[in-house]
């Protein structure tokens, strides 16, 4: 999952970087509204974490030209100010939720899950199974058959991804938009060699190959047969 944090205290944003990647998300970074807004309509996120006082154009302003640029990711706005006027006026542009600084990681991560969870509304538990495969975003494991799989940071993103849409096509295009940031050298072979990695992991030891390769379409996570994921 790809997520964008607009900051311009240096120091916040470096924590929320730091410690969103270390739970497997993919984090871009930008300093001031213009950015932000820029970044927001041009790359397809699953989620912007926004502040509300930022050079150049304020948080309030941002959010309602992406709205206006048709952008329906979900917004956690961020604010200094805990005042119910300036939550009002965030709902109203169209932010998804609001959180007060100071605030808690732990707190800032769950409301991340619970707006993911809405986007990804198929998937309204808190764990995604596909099969016998089982995935909890809160804690990070992945079990299969009630194996436990230890996978690397971007290992999850990537499975997590193909497992939202399990059932479903997914082409490289989309795995390194939604798993990647926008460091990512869009004529490598990364993406393919992570599902390499995946595979490894995944259907090794097991007589049934979840993910399956779509030639020249991408990649699916799929059960045995053809039956789809449930919640």
């Not at 944003?13 to 820029?38: N, P, T």
Request: glycine residues 6%; proline residues 3%.
């Amino acid at each position: 999952m790809r997520i964008l944090v607009v900051e311009d205290d240096r120091a916040i944003a470096s924590v929320l970087e730091r410690s969103l990647k270390e739970e497997s998300y993919a984090v871009d970074i930008a300093a001031d509204g213009v950015e932000g807004e820029w970044l927001a309509v041009e790359n397809n996120y699953d989620c912007i974490i926004l502040d509300v006082m930022l050079p150049r154009k304020d948080g309030f302003a941002v959010l309602k030209s992406v709205r206006e640029a048709g952008i329906i990711t979900p917004v956690l706005m961020l604010t200094a100010r805990d005042q119910t006027t300036d939550k009002v006026q965030g709902l109203d542009h169209g932010a998804d939720d609001y959180l007060t600084k100071p605030f808690s990681l732990d707190e800032l991560f769950a409301r991340v899950r619970a707006l993911l969870r809405r986007k990804q509304n198929e998937y309204v538990g808190t764990v995604v199974e596909v099969g016998h495969l089982k995935i909890d975003p809160a804690r990070r494991e992945v079990t299969r058959a009630g194996q436990k799989i230890d996978l690397t940071t971007k290992e999850y993103s990537l499975l997590e991804y193909l497992a939202r849409n399990a059932g479903s096509v997914v082409t490289r295009n989309q795995l390194s938009e939604h798993v990647w940031d926008m460091n990512f050298e869009p004529n490598s072979n990364v993406v393919d060699v992570y599902i390499g990695y995946l595979r490894s992991k995944i259907d090794k030891g097991f007589d049934d190959a979840m993910i399956r390769t779509v030639r020249g379409h991408g990649y699916m996570l799929d059960l045995p047969g053809g039956a789809h994921a449930h919640p």
